[in-house]
């Protein structure tokens, strides 16, 4: 089991090797072909290809990935977080499963299974096979993973570890695949003589030439007269500037209910009330937990680890102090110093994990492991070779069962408490979620006084008068706002509410500090442009929106990017004049044009095709880009830059010294460049080719 646990370890990094994998498939764009047809969308969580992949599909992914995240992690439930994390992995999981084994299908890629025993006990070992059954010289162990598939075979390993090695063994087959698929394209990919000798020249060539520009600041902003059709042709010949994703602009205002001042003082009241019951209660762990909105949790504080305003007192106190009330936010807290003691800081120990061996061991033949075990250990035994023998905890195993120096927090609760309340030298057996420990406390730290806190944590909360009187107010708010001019109009004339922007996309489940707001974002992609919403309850607030922009997949309007464009029009504009202005002045030299112009002429040197600065006039890529395709000697027409209108004149060029090493050094930068490039462009063509359609929003 535990020799499984570092494969399934190691399959975690396999998957991320396939997945990144699968961004190659762009190269091969050629053999992706759209399949036809629609599919019926009830029940269908996703479209790729134009196949339907059903909410129980994707739903049984998705379970799987959640048993597998509470095996590994050994968690009985799952935070929103976790639970959010897993649905986007079982996504991406299927999408890229959906598009690598229709390119694997057309490609004719298959793993036999001679090449899969290659991989297991062959001549070519997986990487995560070697490393799981590594042995203590750093050797790969071939006995051992021999053993362990004859374990599988006469079924002497859990149902759960059978599982797990049919999975890993369909990775190792999926990353043999992508194997083959990197092999296919880097075969396919190559620079010929004639572009490695332009990607040297473009790298190494070097260029220096004189040059003047006219700066754009030379005319003022007002002198540029826009009309529709400068506007109409430059988003047409930049139309691809302006692509966007599927999102829904709302607009909206939040009424927060907060407490009233009738509110405060009842709570104050019940907690001066609390307090006597506390300073008198025999059992204060009781009390506490019976009339506190928080559960009492034991737990030994250390200076600093209380807050501000109880710890210098707690320390300082006796047993039975009471402290309070003090208000933390919203709540109003009492705090007893319930005990005090001396405790190590760290803590250095060894142990020796038990786990059943398999499936069919009963429980006396487990405690009789473990009694035979710790007798062994109690009675001399060495416990570095038991724990190398027996401990399902191979990392510490491999260096006698240390597990080193470790503070409170980081050990699970039973080893900590035999830990940190026992004395150097102790042995004793503990049980853990991952079955009994025999553990040798070997040394600790000098103990530090510790001081066992317990709390009455009363919130103030506001009722239901003062909730329904902020509710009133928003329905006024509603009935008097119920259209844009009017929603408009209210904050341009009143500043008690602060009205809010938000950009949400389909899956989005937050609103500027909202932590689900999901019912709100669903409504957004369910109504109209200029449609208002009920009023919306999220934990403290009431929330009225309505929709003040449909943005849907594709390209931008014209009319929405008119203030976006309109900087580069007006540019435009002015590059046009003064390359009209200067091509008036017929010059047949810099100094010319500088002297006409009362420009100064200014200059560069060891400029190269790879270049983007410009000495003197900065970021230049377009004017770099026409310079180093001219002639020495030869004078450019104006050329529109980033901050001007220049005119430039090459002055030298001067070629490498060794052409064929420059050749040679570009062909390896290609082809690692291509590599690196592919890896994390290819997948978006992929989905591109794919036509995803995305109906999660529909059940999430």
Known sequence: MATLERIRNKAGLLVSIVIGAALFAFILGGFIKKSMGGASRDNSIAEIYGESISYPEFQNKYNEMVENYKINYQKKNLTDAETDKLRQEAWDYIVKEKISSKEFEELGLRVSAEELTDMIIGNNIDPGIKQAFTNKQGEFDRAAIQEYLRKIKDDEVSEEDKIKWIVYKKQMSENK???????????????????????ALNDKEAYGFNYVYQNYTSIPDEEIKLTDEDYKKYYDENKYRYKQEKSRAIEYVTFTVVPSKKDIKKTEEEIAELKIGFEKAENSIEYANLNSSELYQAKDYKPSELEPQIDTLMFAADSGFVYGPYVVGRMYKLAKLIDIKMKPDSVKAKHILIQPTNDKMTREQFDALVDSIYNLVENGGDFDELAAQYSADKKS???????????????????????????????????????????????????????????????????????????????????ENDTKEKFEKYFDDNTDLVKKVADVKETDKTIAGFENARELVRWAYETEEGTFSNVFTFGDNFVYAYVSKVNEKGFAKMEDVKDEMEPFIIKEKKADKIKAEINALNAKSLNDIASKLKLQVSTTSNISFNSFSIDG??????????????????????????????????????????????EATQVINFKTGFQNQVTYKVFEALQENADIKDYRSKFY
């Open 397 to 479: 195993a491999m260096i006698g069962g240390s597990v080193g120096w470790f503070q409170e927090g980081m050990m699970v609760a039973p080893f900590e408490k035999f830990c940190f309340e026992g004395k150097t030298g102790d042995l004793g057996k503990v049980n853990s979620q991952f079955g009994v420990h025999i553990i040798k406390i070997e040394d600790q730290s000098e103990p530090t006084k510790r001081v066992n806190v317990a709390f009455v944590v009363k919130e103030l909360d506001y009722s239901k008068a003062t909730q329904d009187s902020v509710y009133a107010r928003v329905q006024k708010f509603v009935v």
């Open 177 to 199: 695949k992508f194997t083959k698929y990197f092999t296919l394209i880097g075969k396919s990919c190559y620079v010929t003589k004639s572009e490695a000798k332009q990607l």
């Open 617 to 662: 006039a900065g970021f230049e890529p377009d004017v770099i880009a026409i310079a180093t395709s001219l002639e020495k000697d030869e004078l450019s027409k104006p050329i529109a830059g980033r901050a001007g209108v220049f005119v430039v004149n090459v002055t030298s060029i001067t070629e490498p010294e060794d052409m064929a090493k420059e």
